[in-house]
């Protein structure tokens, strides 16, 4: 209860300052609940609800000022308690208590759910084309390399002409020594060439001065096209060895292809991982990426050197009714050594302006191992 108190207190003292400063405010966010069943055919099934509430609070000045933060509430399983928290949101706090000859009898741990937090808070100004912002920010280039992180950062940015240029610093580490630290410098080129083909490139020099021989280049490039209707992506990255403590460089790239014809959108992509390259965990479909509640395989390449192919078919029902249908098939070697079929659906209806309710259902084919069916059942709000 404190820590609401404390957040609705910020939120007054951020707004007394705003209208001292001629500030604009802005409250925004959203929610969701859901039912989630998993079944993996070794252990019993099983069902949990788990929910979450977000409020964004943006901040501006006429003169370009601006900053920008996040409080997520009670994000997490039900238990009962009103404690819950997300994995790795859990403070644990260890006493050990010892006798009169100093030696250890016994060893307390407790256990504090952060059910208030942020996940991002940072601040800027814009002036002309540029814009200077610093603090805990969100970081997306795509999908394929890296969506929607977290970063201590300093970014500059440029807006010009359809392109973007933007250098960013990364504090990934921090120690008393001045030697031992961890932060990574990269640069992003974004570039609109006209209305059929653009450019996005994203590299990246990581400084790891914790571990020895761990400084290496991350890369990624994409090219987002379009002629008459298709829209056509290609992307290929690549992580220096050294980076992830391995011998080989670490390569993937996938293309796609997508058209629509009336209410009807089919997508049809094709990819390969290989030598420890691993796609960000929002990149895929329902049971293999793309981060929902009833993802069984996080990452593609997770497994080893992947080849993949999918066939997504969007339609539109109505203005309120929305299907999807997944049908993919990848082969893994290495680790997993295995090959997977994924068949999986979801339907969406829009219930009010702002409130969707979703339900979403995969199976997973395993050639040498026990199938998969998960299921989840949501509704989500946004104001």
């Given amino acids: 209860m404190k820590k609401v108190i404390c957040a609705v207190a910020a939120f007054a003292m951020v ?3 705003a209208t001292v400063a001629s500030a604009e405010v802005k409250l925004s966010g959203d929610a969701r609940a859901r039912l989630i069943y998993k079944d993996n055919g070794v252990k019993d099934s099983y069902s949990k609800w788990d929910s979450r509430f977000r409020v964004v609070l943006s901040a501006s000045t006429e003169s370009g000022v601006y900053g920008k933060a996040r409080l997520r509430f009670l994000d997490g399983g039900w238990d009962g308690s009103g404690l819950y928290a997300p994995s790795g949101k859990v403070a644990t706090t260890t006493t050990t208590l010892q006798n009169a000859a100093g030696e250890d009898v016994q060893v307390l741990t407790s256990q504090t759910n952060n059910n208030v937090w942020t996940d991002y808070a940072y601040l800027g100004f814009k002036t002309g084309a540029l814009d200077v912002s610093a603090g805990r920010q969100p970081t997306n280039f795509s999908k394929w390399f890296s969506w929607d992180q977290r970063a201590d950062r300093l970014k500059v940015m440029y807006k010009a002409n359809g392109m973007v240029l933007a250098y960013t610093y990364d504090q990934l580490r921090e120690t008393n020594d001045l030697n031992d630290d961890k932060y990574v410098n990269g640069i992003t080129y974004k570039q609109k060439f006209n209305d059929s083909i653009s450019m996005g490139v994203r590299a990246v020099y990581v400084m790891d001065d914790m571990n020895d021989n761990r400084d290496g280049i ?24 050294d980076v992830i403590n391995s011998a080989d460089d670490a390569m993937g790239a996938y ?16 990819g390969m991982t290989q030598d420890g390259y691993m796609a960000d965990d929002d990149f895929g479909w329902i049971m293999i990426g793309a981060a929902w509640g009833i993802t069984e395989i ?3 390449g997770q497994g080893g050197d992947t080849i993949f192919g999918a066939f997504t078919a969007d ?22 050594d295995d090959s997977v079929i994924e068949v999986s659906g979801m339907v969406n209806y829009e219930v009010v ?9 995969g199976y997973l084919d395993y050639a040498d191992s026990d199938s998969v069916m998960n299921g989840v059942v949501r509704l989500d709000v946004g104001f």
């Fill in 15 to 17: 707004a007394g300052v």
């Fill in 218 to 241: 991350k890369a990624s490039v994409n090219l987002p096209m379009n002629f008459g209707g298709n829209q056509i992506m290609v992307e290929g990255s690549y992580i220096e060895g």
């Fill in 255 to 270: 293309a796609s292809w997508s058209s629509n014809f009336g209410s009807v959108t089919p997508t049809v992509m094709v």
């Fill in 298 to 300: 996080a990452q593609v």
């Fill in 315 to 336: 339609m539109a029902v109505s203005e309120q009714l929305s299907l999807q249908g997944n049908l993919v098939y990848m082969d893994v070697d290495a680790a997993l």
């Fill in 353 to 361: 302006k702002g409130a969707d309710l979703s339900f979403k259902l």
